[in-house]
C-alpha cells in the first residue's frame, strides 16, 4: 500500500524479525490495513534486515529505512512494534540501532524522536520487559482501540505540548499502558509496590470486542511468496478458546471464543483462491468454527486449497477429514499435550488417549500419510513415568499408520502470564534436558518417526521474558550487544530468582496492573485444579460466568 504523506499521521509500522516471518503474521497485516483504511494516516512497514545477528555491531550494517517509501524510521510521528513473541524483544536494540533512534526511553523525553509504541500478544501479555524502551503499550486487540489512539495523538499534538503531556494525553486511553508513568519497588525478585505518578491510572484495561463482526474480518492484504505460507491467503474465522487448557496463553487472552460470521468467512475464502490458489484458516480453535465444513467446502469449490492452523481432537470425523483431503491439506497436526492421563487432566486437555488414537486412525482412514504431534515436557507433577507415556503413545500411534511418516514435536512449558501456571517455576534446564532424551531414547530408530524439540536454552530465555518485571530491559541490551549466552551469565542471579521459583498466590506479578476480564482469582483456582489433577468443562458462553470475562 503507497499513501502520500501530506498532512497525514505517518507511522512506520516495525515486526521485529525478517520480512518472511512478519509477512506471515495476520496480526502485523491487519494491523497495517486498519491504520492505512484512515484518511487521516498514513502507515508503513519495516523489518528486522535479513542477516542481522546477536552481538557488537561490526560497523557495517545498513541503516534501516521504511520499506514504501525507504524513508528513515526516525522521520515517522510513530514507530509501532508488532510483537508476538517473546523472543523477538531480543531484536529490538538492534533496530533501534539501525534506525539511529536512542534505545532508551528516558533518553527521548527531549529532542524531536518519534513516539514508540507497542502492541501484539507478547506485550499484552506483560509489557514491563520493553519498560525502559517503549513510550506506550497499546494492549488488547487492535480493532476499534487504534482509532482512538490516533484520535488522542491528534488532540494532543494540535498545540505544543512536550513529550510528558504527550504521554499523559496517551494514558487517557483506557487500554494504554505508559511504563515512564509507574515506579516499581523490589524485594529481590519479588515487586512489594507499584506507584502511578502524575495522575496515571491505577489499572490498564485490555481493549476487546465481544462483537468481531462489528469490524473488517482479518485476511491477507498483501501477497508475497517470501513467507512461511509462500503466498496463502490467511483468513481469521474466530478468536480465543474456550477450552481452558491451562498452559494456554492464547487460549485465556482472548476469552471468549468468538466466530466470524460464515458468510462473511466464506466470501473472504472464495476471494483468497481467486487471487492465491491457497487459503489459510487461522485462528486459536478453528476447527470449533461452527460452519467449518461448510467454509472449507467453498474454498474447495473455488478451486484452492485450504489449511488450519488447528485441529482439535475431539472435533475430527470421517466427514471433516474427508473434506481437507479434498482441500489439498498435507500433514494432520494433533496435540495430545501429554502421553499420560494424569498429565492431561493436570492440563486441563480434555481427551484421554482412546480420543487420540482415534483421531490418528481417521487420519489414516482418510488417506493421510503425514502426522505430526505436538507434546510438552516440564509439566507440574510431570514424573520418569509421564514423560515415558509419550513416547509409548507415539509408537502405538506409528504401529496404527501403514506407511507414511511421524513426525514428532517436543516443548518444555512455558508457564506464561495471564494463564493458571502463571505462578509455577520454570523446569529445572537440566532436567529438561534429560526429559528431551528420555523421550529419544525410548522412541529408538525408526525411519517413520522424526523427533523435534526446542532447545532447552531457548526456551530458558523464553521463560525470563514472558514473566520478568522490567529490570530485563538490562538482559535485552546485554543479548544484543553480547550474545544470548554472554548475557545470562551477566544476569544470572536474577534471571535464576525470576524463573525457578514458586511465585505466591498473594504475590504483585508484573502484569498484575493490567486487566483482560480473567480474574486472577479464577486463575488461581485452576491452577490449584490442576496441580489436583482435577478438569473443568468448556466455556458455556452466555451462561458461565466462572472466569470473570463474560
Known sequence: MRKDRGGKITVCLVYPNQYRLGMTNLGFQTVYAILNSFDDCVCERAFLPDGVVFGASSGKDAPLYSLESQAPLSSFDVVAFSISFEDDYLNIPKIFSLAGITL??????????????????????NPEPLADFIDVCVIGEAEGALRE????????????????????????????????????????????????????????LASKHLNLDAYALPSSKVYTPHTAFKGASLIEIERGCGRGCRFCAAGFLYLPPRYRNVDAVKAAVKEGAAISGKVGLVGAAVSEHPAIKEVIEAGIAAGGSVTLSSLRLDMLDSGLMGLLKKAGYKTVTLAPEAGSQKMRDVINKGIDEAGVLGAARLAAEAGFTK??????????????????????????????????SLTISV????????????????????????????????LGIDAGITLGAVSATGAFV??????????????????????????????????????????????????????????KAYLWKEYQKGLNGRQTPPCDVGNCFRCGVC
Open 104 to 125: 532508551k526511553a528516558d533518553e527521548r523525553a527531549r529532542g524531536n524522536w518519534p513516539l514508540v509504541v507497542a502492541g501484539g500478544a507478547a506485550v499484552s501479555l
Open 149 to 204: 489512539f490516533i484520535d488522542v495523538y491528534i488532540r494532543a499534538i494540535a498545540r505544543p505540548c512536550s513529550k510528558e503531556a504527550l504521554l499523559n494525553e496517551m494514558d487517557s486511553l483506557k487500554f494504554a499502558y505508559v511504563p515512564s508513568l509507574y515506579d516499581f519497588e523490589y524485594d529481590g525478585p519479588v515487586i512489594t509496590g507499584v506507584t502511578p505518578k502524575y495522575g496515571a491510572k491505577k489499572s490498564v
Open 371 to 404: 502426522l505430526k504431534l505436538y507434546f510438552l515436557v516440564g509439566l507440574p507433577l510431570e514424573e520418569d513415568a509421564d514423560v515415558d507415556a509419550i513416547a509409548d503413545l507415539c509408537l502405538r500411534i506409528r504401529a496404527g499408520m501403514k506407511k507414511g
Open 411 to 442: 516443548s518444555p512449558l512455558v508457564p506464561k502470564p495471564v494463564t493458571p501456571f502463571q505462578w509455577h517455576p520454570f523446569c529445572d534446564k537440566e532436567k529438561i534436558e534429560k526429559r528431551l532424551a528420555r523421550v529419544k531414547k525410548r
Open 462 to 519: 523464553q521463560a525470563y521474558l514472558s514473566r520478568a518485571d522490567r529490570r530485563a530491559g538490562r538482559f535485552i541490551i546485554d543479548a544484543a550487544e553480547n550474545g544470548v549466552r554472554s548475557a545470562i551469565r551477566m544476569n544470572e542471579d536474577l534471571i535464576i530468582a525470576s524463573i525457578y521459583r514458586q511465585r505466591s498466590k498473594d504475590e504483585l506479578l508484573p502484569w498484575d496492573i493490567i486487566h483482560h476480564g480473567v480474574t
